[in-house]
């Protein structure tokens, strides 16, 4: 979408240069494709920080995974309480046999 609002900026030039078109439409139609490509930056800028939102929600992820022993030993009680909640939304099941979770997205045994 950005680059054909490119195109049409630059076919508007042209046709101004050229003398095709008067300064009023000029004005207008460049006042109108400047909009539109001013919403489709925001539109893909918004994106670009959207992916880089979710990289460091991965990496972060990934860092808790990996200490996540480290991180449980020294949080608070709240906070042990918000973690067990993340890593097990369903809650624990404790039986005779242990604790366990009947569909943790975190963890699995294969």
Known sequence: ?????????AQIVRASIAERITKEV????????????KAAGLIEGEAVL???ELELLLDFADWMLENAAGVW?????????????????GGLQVSSEGFGTLNSLVFSVS
């Open 1 to 9: 979408m950005l680059q054909n609002l490119q195109v049409w900026e």
């Open 26 to 37: 000029y004005d207008d139609q460049m006042q109108t494709v400047g909009t539109q490509l």
């Open 73 to 89: 030993a020294s949080a608070s009680w709240e906070n042990k309480l918000k973690i067990q909640q993340a890593f097990f939304p």
């Open 50 to 52: 959207e992916l880089a």
